[in-house]
Nanobody
Framework: QVQLVESGGGLVQAGGSLRLSCAAS????????MGWSRQAPGKEREFVAA??????????ADSVKGRFTISRDNAKNTVTVYLQMNSLKPDDTAVYYC????????????????WGQGTQVTVSS
């Protein structure tokens, strides 16, 4: 059974930090590109960040570059993916989804094969 379970969301003031975690199991996710996408109210889902299977390459949306950092831990049965978010802005308010892709890295959210249930991040001004 495939599971991508996010945690770490919450309410934070502008300028603050949060770290999201995603525990992925049920597939050999150590060979998958892992990523984060988000969806704000009334907006389409958008790519936030992705990391190659080895962790050697990372990709970011321009809107978060320099503020967010994606990383991963490829343990034997469960892959954990992190998103460290610093200098948060009210525009970062959204539901954040963990994603997994069996293929080359991409910023196209529609190409990701698996999605978590999402975790809410709210940044107050």
């Amino acid at each position: 059974q495939v599971q991508l379970v996010e945690s770490g969301g919450g309410l934070v003031q502008a300028g603050g930090s949060l770290r999201l975690s995603c525990a992925a199991s049920g597939r050999t996710f150590s060979s998958y590109v892992m990523g984060w996408s988000r969806q704000a109210p009334g907006k389409e889902r958008e790519f936030v960040a992705a990391i190659s299977w080895s962790g050697g390459n990372t990709y970011y949306a321009d809107s978060v570059k320099g503020r967010f950092t994606i990383s991963r831990d490829n343990a034997k049965n469960t892959v954990t993916v992190y998103l460290q978010m610093n200098s948060l802005k009210p525009d970062d308010t959204a539901v954040y989804y963990c994603t997994a892709l069996r293929g080359p890295p991409t910023r196209e959210t529609g190409k990701y094969d698996y999605w978590g249930q999402g975790t809410q991040v709210t940044v107050s001004s």
